[in-house]
């Protein structure tokens, strides 16, 4: 029997430790890689021009890597559902196969094409290879709940066996086994569209800072290795002044896109710390990134609504203020604090920003300054953030937000000293917002405080040439502190909701009730919300359940 | 909750008379209750049954329908009261009325729904008279709190004991002409008469509309929660608390705290204050601040000697000049800024009676001695949180070592612990696991 093999990248746009495309080879007669793009479709999604860019240059890269096997890829106009009918048909195929995404959305897609699949009669292989482990197991072991503090996460994973090893890149000589003969036009059919194609204008566009593809992510990877060996430190280093500036080492981007795999940094790492410490096993601390991205896709695999506030089980209703103008200014680098406005144009320009810059920006727009809901700051780093998949934006903005996963919202990022004391320099500030940069240290990051000489002397005028603070921080911080305490104080109070219909209680309580404790989340889903499914209901219950249970495992 | 087979027993006992002697709620069992529901069908034919079910549903005694009504959320017991003109009577009994939260939102500035202006209408036609405790929760645009202050000025019939000005956004009763605020703000405390809990953070109240609630309500005041009040003074707060010997919570900003205003709240006449907020919030930077004398608190302390002094801070580094310096009770305190090493240490040397502390944010330096002189003078310290704040993690454990297990709440950010020649992270969460009592992590963000 004949086996034409299709293998549809979606993420995991690499040739190593991809254990579908190993699939797709194994035994067939021909094999084509697929990518499926709906160029009318870019316009209207919201993805900027970075992500579009980089998205591109992977394809261009593996469209080079396959070039080299003697093959080529495929990316195909539409949409899945109305391109996969036509291709199954034409190409004959029997086998399709793709990587695991366990996004909902993504399970629901790959629901409907495998059904599809089906009907066609090809035999369809998902392999997983986007995360670490299998997050279904990590959910089993957790009393069929997810893990929603990264502790819990981690003493999880920790008794799990190690994730499966990478496997190595596809060879020339498997290629060979299922040499597709490629028609003539490919070029004209299937090449890989161009920015000015999906709608975008280039003329003027700075060079990529972070190049996208397979072969850049792997060289990345190797220079991230030696860098650590040089600085012979595989620990969490103290944030400074570089680490701000895109590094020519940094993962995040291509691990989002599947051009690295995460097993491959994982193993790579594993092997130089018992190398370098000569140790038996390293910490859990020496995967931190690689365990978070883990733990927020874990927490949304099973929650088609994570990435918003209303009907989402896990997320504290807090009462945000509908403010676009306010929204606006952050998103565009305008809000007069510096510190802000140079991590938003480093992102809008770059594609990326230093975790403790998303810290700052997402607390100034949330809890911190302007009270304005963490899913409208999720859809701005979604356009602009490299690499920001649907589960870790969105949950970091609910972490970051305390909308979620049982967080102290007491620490409060300040606009001014917080940027002062990461960056004293001022540097960082005077490469992104040069219109600032003839500010002295002193006042740099708070120039509306600039003695009007000083700010003439800096041809520099805050109210002309650059925006007065939008917020007084230390008024409205003292305001967003009151309102979170409101609303983590009233889950607490409808613990007693008998007790309590005939009393409204205003005692004032103590700055203790900054902290949510984990009842508060189930109070809030059983009372003031009884129009829940008993579904949701028993998620919540046993989430509880599943963090009390932390501080009883000595 | 619900006791059901009690409302079989009592719903058998209106029908059949004789029995239900031992109808206590405490032993009834689901065996009685299965027995008097067979009792009845087996008295009457098949039909009546159903019947039974149906008739007696809607003939239950008021009290029963009032005490499963207090268990339901207003919108099911606003389904419920559509079902008869039993249960419709008992939905409007003065009892569900007390309490009431009114929520006023725009779709332009809020997600949440507001309380719908039908059912606003209805609560002030019909049961004005009966609300008691009652807040408003106004989003941020000024309609809100325009709509609020209409409600407020008809409750012309209402004696309430609770009131709340609540903005769960910016705070929008600032943008209402003051005039038409205090006019409807006015009409509640001269009807009132009997307010005892009044919460008016951010609003535009000043001292004569402070007056007129002294005048009315001085008897029953108890708690007072006017935090950025900015058109309130000095000499109106103090008159609140000459007037008002029974209030025994209060929270404003530093600029109204007086040495006379702490010595009225110790005067004999006066009860034992419970709680005092005090907000300190730099509007410029160099901002003065004057000082209280330490006998003024000398004298709370001797007055109220249980009271909460709750004390949050919002100033630029160098302001912090006037306190500190003298011995202040003050036991949960919260700089929500930038607070310097050298503040801290007068913190460690002048506050005995520290319960909570949190640091938003310290800077580069570590807190080491810091620490230890606060673990060492403030015996009673029981909370703690650091944000970006550097401690080496000997010097944390020595601190957790000195508090030992009165330590309920430890919030540490990961960065804020350093790693010595004694302890790595990894290691430092058994040390201080150890001397808790119980499994500790320091708080995590995530790095992606």
């Known amino acids: 029997m004949v086996v034409n093999s299709v293998h549809w990248f979606r993420k995991g746009l690499r040739l190593h430790d991809n254990p579908a495309l190993q699939e797709a080879l194994n035994g067939a007669d021909t094999v084509r890689c697929v990518y499926i793009l709906d160029p009318w479709f870019a316009g209207a999604a919201n993805v900027g021009i970075n992500r579009w860019r980089f998205l591109l240059e992977a394809l261009e890269d593996l469209d080079n890597s396959l070039k080299k096997l003697n093959s080529r890829l495929f990316v195909v106009r539409g949409q899945p559902t109305d391109v996969f009918p036509r291709l199954l048909k034409e190409w004959k195929v029997t086998r399709l196969t793709f990587e695991y995404d366990p996004e909902p959305y993504g399970k629901e897609r790959d629901g409907a094409i495998m059904k599809m699949a089906q009907e066609f009669g090809v035999e369809t292989i998902v392999r997983n290879s986007h995360t670490l482990y299998n997050l279904d197991r990590i959910i089993e072991m957790n009393n069929n709940s997810p893990p929603l503090t990264f502790k819990r996460f981690q003493t999880i994973v920790s008794r799990l066996e190690l994730p499966r090893r990478p496997l190595p890149p596809i060879t020339q000589q498997q290629m060979d086994k299922c040499r597709t003969k490629m028609a003539d036009n490919h070029d004209q059919l299937y090449s890989i569209p161009s920015l000015e194609e999906l709608g975008f204008r280039t003329e003027g566009l700075p060079p990529a800072i972070w190049q996208g593809g397979e072969s850049e992510a792997l060289d990345r990877l190797n220079k991230h290795l030696d860098k650590k060996v040089w600085v012979a430190n595989l620990e969490h280093p103290r944030v400074n002044t570089c680490s701000l500036y895109a590094s020519p080492t940094g993962l995040s981007p291509y691990l989002r896109f599947g051009c690295l795999s995460c097993r491959v940094l994982y193993y790579n790492l594993r092997e130089l710390y018992m190398k370098l410490r000569k140790r038996c096993s390293p910490p859990l601390s020496l995967f931190g990134q690689l365990l978070w991205r883990e733990f927020f896709y874990t927490a949304a695999t099973n929650n088609p609504n994570f990435d918003r506030m209303d009907g989402n089980p896990i997320c504290v209703q807090i009462p945000w203020d509908q403010n676009p103008e306010a929204l606006a200014k952050w998103a565009e680098g305008r809000t007069g604090f510096p510190w802000i406005d140079a991590i938003m144009t480093q992102l809008r320009q770059e594609g990326w920003i230093h975790h403790l810059a998303r810290h700052a920006v997402a607390c100034f727009l949330t809890r911190g300054d302007l009270w304005v809901s963490w899913e409208s700051g999720m859809r701005v780093f979604e356009e602009l953030l490299l690499d920001a998949d649907w589960s870790v934006n969105a949950g970091s903005w609910m972490w970051l937000s305390c909308s979620a996963f049982f967080q102290q919202f007491f620490h409060c990022y300040c606009p001014v000293g917080f940027g002062r004391r990461t960056d004293p320099s001022g540097d960082y500030i005077r490469r992104y917002i040069p219109i600032l940069k003839d500010y002295p240290n002193r006042y740099i990051y708070e120039p509306w405080n600039a003695p009007e000489s000083v700010q003439k002397a800096a041809n520099c005028v805050v109210g002309v040439n650059y925006p007065k603070p939008m917020i007084n921080h230390a008024e409205g911080s003292r305001l967003n502190i009151e309102r979170m305490k409101q609303v983590y104080q009233q889950l607490s109070h409808y613990r007693g909701l008998s007790k309590s219909t005939n009393k409204t209680d205003l005692n004032m309580t103590n700055i203790s009730t900054w902290t949510s404790q984990p009842c508060c989340l189930s109070v809030l889903l059983l009372l003031l919300w009884p129009y829940l499914a008993m579904q949701t209901l028993a998620v919540v219950l046993l989430m509880h359940k599943s963090n009390i249970s932390v501080y009883c495992c000595l | ?448």
């Open chain 2, 1 to 448: 909750m619900l006791n059901l087979t009690s409302l079989f027993l009592r719903m058998k006992r209106m029908k059949g008379g004789e029995e239900g002697g031992d109808s206590s709620p405490g032993n009834s069992s689901p065996e009685v209750c299965k027995k008097v529901r067979t009792q009845n069908t087996e008295d009457s034919e098949a039909g009546v049954a159903s019947e039974f079910l149906d008739s007696d549903w809607a003939r239950l005694p008021q009290e029963l329908l009032l005490h499963i009504f207090q268990y339901l959320p207003l919108l099911d017991r606003a389904y419920a009261s559509q079902v008869c003109r039993g249960w419709n009577q008992a939905f409007h009994m003065p009892e569900l009325w007390r309490c009431f939260e009114f929520e006023l939102n725009q779709p332009a500035s809020s997600y949440l729904k507001a309380t719908h202006p039908d059912l606003i209408k209805q609560i002030i036609k019909r049961h004005s008279n009966h609300l008691q405790y009652v807040s408003f929760k106004v989003d941020s645009s000024t309609e809100s709190a325009e709509a609020a202050c209409d409600i407020l000025s008809q409750l012309v019939n209402c004696s309430l004991k609770t009131l709340g000005l609540i903005s769960t956004a910016r705070p929008s009763f600032m943008e209402v002409p003051k005039s038409h605020f205090i006019s409807a703000l006015t009409v509640v405390f001269v009807n009132s008469k009997s307010l005892s809990s009044l919460k008016i953070d951010d609003t535009p109240v000043d001292d004569p509309s402070l007056k007129v609630l002294v005048a009315n309500n001085s008897d029953t005041l108890k708690l007072l929660k006017m935090s950025s009040c900015p058109h309130v003074s000095p000499a109106g707060i103090l008159c609140v608390a000459d007037q008002c010997h029974g209030l025994r919570e209060l929270a404003l900003n530093y600029h109204l705290l007086s040495d006379e205003l702490l010595l009225a709240l110790s005067s004999e006449k006066h009860v034992h204050l419970e709680h005092l907020r005090i907000d300190v919030v730099s509007e410029n930077p160099g901002q003065h601040f004057h000082t209280i004398k330490k006998s003024s608190w000398d004298a709370m302390v001797r007055h109220s000697p249980k009271f909460n002094l709750v004390m949050y801070f919002f100033l630029y580094e160098d302001e912090f000049g006037p306190f500190f310096n003298d011995e202040i009770p003050v036991t949960h305190l919260y700089f929500g800024r930038s607070v310097s090493k050298e503040v801290l240490g007068r913190v460690g040397l002048h506050c005995p009676r520290l319960v909570e502390l949190v640091v938003c944010a310290n800077g580069l330096r570590p807190l080491d001695e810091e620490l230890i002189r606060i673990a060492k003078h403030c015996n009673q310290l029981s909370a703690i949180g650091l944000g970006e704040c550097e401690v080496s993690c000997s010097a944390f454990v020595e601190f957790v070592k000195m508090c030992g297990r009165r330590l309920s709440q430890l919030s540490i950010m990961e960065e804020v612990l350093i790693p010595d020649h004694k302890y790595s992270l990894d290691e430092i969460h058994w040390e201080v696991s150890k001397h808790l009592g119980r499994v500790w992590f320091p708080d995590m963000m995530p790095t992606w």
